[in-house]
C-alpha cells in the first residue's frame, strides 16, 4: 500500500552534468517495495510545478531503509529537485505500480535493456543475486 512520508535525503550524488542519484531515509515504503516500483516527488511546496515526478526506484537497502533514485534534469520540476541539499525533506509517496517483473521459481534469469534507461532491470538483477538466482545482463550499445 502506497504511503506519502517526508523522507530525509541522506546523500547526493552528481553523476554527471545533469544526471543526479539520491538515497533518501524511507523505512515505509522500503519494507513494501519490489523491483519495477517508483515514487511520485514532489518538487516544491509551491503550486509550480504542480504535478509530482513520477521516478523509478534505482535502488533498496532493506537493513538500512533506505532507497536511491536517478533522474535526469529536464525540466523546472526536476530543475527544482536538482537542488534539493542532504538533510532537507523530499515529500514522496510510493511504492506505487505493481511491480514489473515477477522472478519468484526461476532458477535462471536473462534481462535485456537498453543501454541504462531501464532502471527497475538493474534493481531486478540485484534481488535475483540476493534469493541465489542465476541472472544475466545483456545491455544493447547503440552506435
Not at 510545478?49 to 533498496?60: A, E, K, T, W
Given at each position: 500500500?502506497?504511503?506519502?512520508?517526508?523522507?530525509?535525503?541522506i546523500e547526493k550524488t552528481r553523476i554527471s552534468?545533469?544526471i543526479y542519484k539520491f538515497k533518501i531515509q524511507?523505512?515505509?515504503?522500503?519494507?513494501?517495495?519490489?523491483?519495477?516500483?517508483?515514487?511520485?516527488?514532489?518538487?516544491?511546496?509551491?503550486?509550480?510545478?504542480?504535478?509530482?515526478?513520477?521516478i523509478s526506484i534505482y535502488n533498496i537497502e532493506?537493513?538500512?531503509?533506505?532507497?536511491?533514485?536517478?533522474?535526469?534534469?529536464?525540466?523546472?520540476?526536476?530543475?527544482?529537485?536538482?537542488?534539493?541539499?542532504?538533510?532537507?525533506?523530499?515529500?514522496?509517496?510510493?511504492?506505487?505500480?505493481?511491480?514489473?517483473?515477477?522472478?519468484?521459481?526461476?532458477?535462471?534469469?536473462?534481462?535485456?535493456?537498453?543501454?541504462?534507461?531501464?532502471?527497475?532491470?538493474?534493481?531486478?538483477?540485484?534481488?535475483?543475486?540476493?534469493?541465489?538466482?542465476?541472472?544475466?545482463?545483456?545491455?544493447?550499445?547503440?552506435?
Amino acid at each position: 500500500m502506497a504511503k506519502q512520508i517526508q523522507a530525509k535525503l541522506i546523500e547526493k550524488t552528481r553523476i554527471s552534468k545533469d544526471i543526479y542519484k539520491f538515497k533518501i531515509q524511507a523505512d515505509e515504503i522500503v519494507k513494501d517495495s519490489k523491483p519495477g516500483n517508483f515514487i511520485e516527488i514532489r518538487v516544491s511546496q509551491n503550486t509550480e510545478p504542480f504535478l509530482r515526478r513520477p521516478i523509478s526506484i534505482y535502488n533498496i537497502e532493506q537493513e538500512e531503509g533506505t532507497l536511491e533514485f536517478i533522474f535526469q534534469v529536464k525540466g523546472k520540476g526536476t530543475q527544482i529537485l536538482s537542488q534539493k541539499q542532504e538533510g532537507e525533506k523530499i515529500d514522496i509517496i510510493g511504492p506505487l505500480g505493481f511491480g514489473t517483473f515477477k522472478i519468484e521459481g526461476y532458477e535462471k534469469l536473462a534481462i535485456i535493456r537498453r543501454r541504462n534507461r531501464n532502471i527497475p532491470t538493474i534493481r531486478t538483477c540485484k534481488t535475483s543475486q540476493k534469493t541465489k538466482q542465476t541472472s544475466t545482463n545483456i545491455s544493447r550499445i547503440q552506435k
